[in-house]
């Protein structure tokens, strides 16, 4: 009887201690203890070396500024590392030079060296790239450095001490970019790029952002050699472009304005030749004027669309696939356009047709291409898709509105051979014949 009574305190005993036990690990996972992660390396380096006065910075506008989500080629990485590289910076004399301009050329991180010469510059960069360096100060010619894998060898540190050669030419120059009513723009990207390539160097280009207050300096630029100078803050801004930019030993700080961009909400049809609805087609909007500003538009099941926020003026539409269809000469005003008509020559017609030559032999190969380009006032239409023969000569094209396409083949030994032909039924059949090159 008593054995039966001590049976259920034990067993609370038991629940509570695994209660407890599971409280604890849950806590563990979700808070796991810090794990030093600092090498010998990195401890004695930072015992010995005393950084410059500016750190590394990244642009926290600019997604090209951030390796480990995009890297340059468009692709999203997951996986990055930090390499660090540090050095001092000496003339010809052996004297240290200060406020040398480092700056990794891709991924825009940079630093300047402090009166002792010294820098440090620190990057994260994607597991799969290596650094390249530019080394620029006003007064001296500037050195680009690439580091390869077989430079880095898998090190987190590496130390590159250079000796910069004095160029009396080389000048710094200054700017201010704000917008058309004096407010400073932060984070506007400037890209200097030289129209010249110097007798045995390599191409300069160099890529800085602006500050807080909208200031910009430009290091290492060549007195009196053309360059190339665009600004750019999208998508707010339209982009500033100088093809023919120059200073001379002694340049002015240079104003630049970017004028701000309007935008328009945009509904409209997809519509066909035939005036009917071209349902669920995809098409690019590309801003012409901007240069910088895409957008895909879909329309839905009635051949309806949106476009929301673009900003004003030309733009130009492009599909993407083996089937090409392109607008032009569209200019969207803040007046016009609110209910925008598409024409896609998109239907359902079909047409078929067959190649051989004047001797009735049929071509191994060939390619048909078919085209269209239409007019409405300045706008223009254009539509692209091609085929090959099959064994017997043979080609198709389906989803065809009405209206006059230029059918052209090409087969090897044979001329190139044009022809125009007019659809009118819902399908239509062609007899296209080639001509040898001998003849």
């Given amino acids: ?22 409280l604890i690990a849950s806590r563990l996972l979700l808070d796991p203890l810090p794990v030093d992660s600092s090498t010998a390396s990195a ?9 410059g006065p500016l750190p590394a910075v990244r642009d926290e ?48 991180f940079n630093t300047r060296s402090n009166a002792e010469g010294n820098y440090k510059l620190l990057m994260d960069l994607p597991t799969h790239r290596y650094p390249t360096l530019n080394f620029l100060r006003h007064g001296f010619r500037g050195k680009r450095i690439s580091l390869t894998r077989a430079v880095l060898q898998q090190k987190s540190s590496y130390e590159l001490d250079l000796e910069l050669e004095q160029n ?20 506007a990207r400037v890209e200097l790029t030289a129209l010249q390539q110097p007798p045995g160097g ?21 007195a009196d050699e053309p360059y190339s100078l665009s ?6 801004y339209s982009i500033y472009r100088d093809p023919d930019f120059s200073v001379d030993l002694n340049p002015e700080q240079v104003n630049i304005v970017l004028e701000s961009l309007k935008f328009v909400d945009i509904d409209g049809m997809m519509l066909n030749r035939d005036s009917s ?32 926020h673009f900003p004003l003026g030309e733009v130009s539409l492009t599909t993407r696939g083996s089937e090409i269809y392109e607008i032009n000469g569209l200019v969207l005003t803040d007046s016009e356009y609110r209910n925008l008509e598409l024409i896609i020559d998109k239907g359902e017609r079909y047409l078929s047709g067959w190649i051989k030559d004047e001797n009735g032999i049929i071509p191994q190969r060939a ?14 239409y254009h539509q692209y898709r091609s085929r090959a023969t099959d064994t017997d000569g043979k080609f198709s094209f389906g989803n065809l509105g009405k209206g006059e396409y230029r059918i052209t083949v090409y087969a090897p030994g044979y001329q190139k051979q044009e022809v125009m032909h007019r659809i009118i039924n819902q399908s239509d059949e062609v007899e296209v014949t080639l001509r040898s090159l001998e003849n």
Avoid: C
């Fill in 277 to 308: 609805p071209v349902a669920n087609f995809e098409i690019y909007v590309n801003n012409v004027t901007t240069g910088v500003h895409t957008r895909k538009i879909v329309s839905d099941s009635s051949g309806f669309f949106s476009l929301k």
């Fill in 43 to 51: 401890e004695r380096l930072t015992e010995t070396f005393q950084p």
């Fill in 1 to 22: 009887m008593m054995f039966r009574q001590l049976i259920l305190p034990f067993a609370i005993i038991v629940l509570l201690t695994l209660a407890l036990y599971w």
């Fill in 202 to 222: 390599e191409n300069f280009t160099l890529t800085v952002f602006t500050d807080p207050r909208g200031n910009f300096s430009l290091e290492g630029m060549r």
């Fill in 61 to 108: 506008k600019n997604p090209a500024a951030h390796p480990q989500q995009i890297d340059s080629d468009g692709i999203h990485q997951g996986s990055t590392r930090t390499v660090e590289i540090f050095g001092r910076l000496i003339d010809g004399n052996g004297q240290p030079i200060d406020d040398v301009f480092i700056t990794e050329e891709r991924y825009f």
């Fill in 168 to 187: 009396p030419l080389s000048v710094r120059l200054s700017g201010w970019v704000g917008n058309e009513i004096g407010i400073a723009l932060e984070g």
């Fill in 231 to 236: 600004i750019n803050l999208a998508p707010e």
């Fill in 367 to 380: 390619l048909v291409t078919l085209d269209q380009t239409l007019y409405e006032g300045p706008v223009r």
